[in-house]
């Protein structure tokens, strides 16, 4: 984490990356927490993306993420978190490398539809042992499935955390980013005491 003087005390900054498949709710959960008017890189899907674009889960949506988001969330007075959305289409994977660069953590985030969507974004954390958990966007307020059956699901850690959240809704995004400081934080005291 990068560190500031500010009037009064030290404030932490840490930047997050908020990734997952195609229309699963990354652009909606940086404007929702975001303190700031987000910055979105949104382009409008047109008939020459039917077919490549599958946005049968998300018939709504009518633009797509091209560059990243950003936005910005003070957690608490001397902590602050800079978010950076990834755009969900593999067209545009090739930006995730700058897009993680100096990140603490990311949320994975899952629309229980279409769980194999996630899947490469948790194999690019796991081999880049970047820390991330797992947010379930309950798209309608649904919970179609709870977060142990996800979690084996994808077969992954059972250390790392599956949160649900509606990707709308500021509290409980804020929650999912409460959730993952904690977590990068008990990691980096795992892995400070673990024998080399
Ligand atoms: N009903 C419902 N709609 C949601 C929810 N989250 C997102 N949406 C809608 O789902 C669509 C996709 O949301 P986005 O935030 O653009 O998804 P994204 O992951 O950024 O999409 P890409 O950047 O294109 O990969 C939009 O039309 C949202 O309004 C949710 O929790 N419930
Ligand atoms: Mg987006």
């Given amino acids: 984490m990068s560190q500031r003087p500010a009037a009064g005390g030290r404030v932490t900054s840490a930047k997050i990356v908020i990734a997952g498949g ?3 709710g990354k652009t909606t959960l940086v404007g929702s927490v975001s303190e700031i008017t987000p910055l979105t890189t949104e382009a409008i899907m047109t008939s020459a993306g039917v077919g490549v674009d599958d946005n049968r889960q998300v018939p709504g949506k009518m633009t797509t993420t091209v560059a990243m988001d950003f936005g910005r969330i003070s957690i608490d007075r001397d902590l602050i978190l800079y978010l950076f ?9 090739f930006m995730w490398d700058e897009l993680v660069r100096g990140a603490i953590g990311a949320v994975v985030m899952v629309d229980t539809r279409r769980l194999a969507d996630c899947f490469a974004a ?6 880049r042992r970047l820390p991330y958990l797992v947010a379930i ?35 409980s995004t804020k929650n999912v980013l409460i959730s993952l400081v904690e977590y990068v934080l008990t990691m980096r005291r795992t892995r400070a005491v673990a024998p080399a």
């Fill in 122 to 127: 948790i194999d690019f954390f796991e081999h």
């Fill in 137 to 171: 966007n309950c798209f309608d307020g649904m919970q179609y499935h709870n977060p142990q059956d996800v979690r084996d699901a994808l077969a992954i850690s059972s250390d790392v955390p599956v949160v649900s959240c509606d990707a709308r809704n500021r509290e």
């Fill in 22 to 24: 195609f229309g699963v």
């Fill in 85 to 93: 959305g990834t755009p969900g289409q593999t067209r545009f994977w």
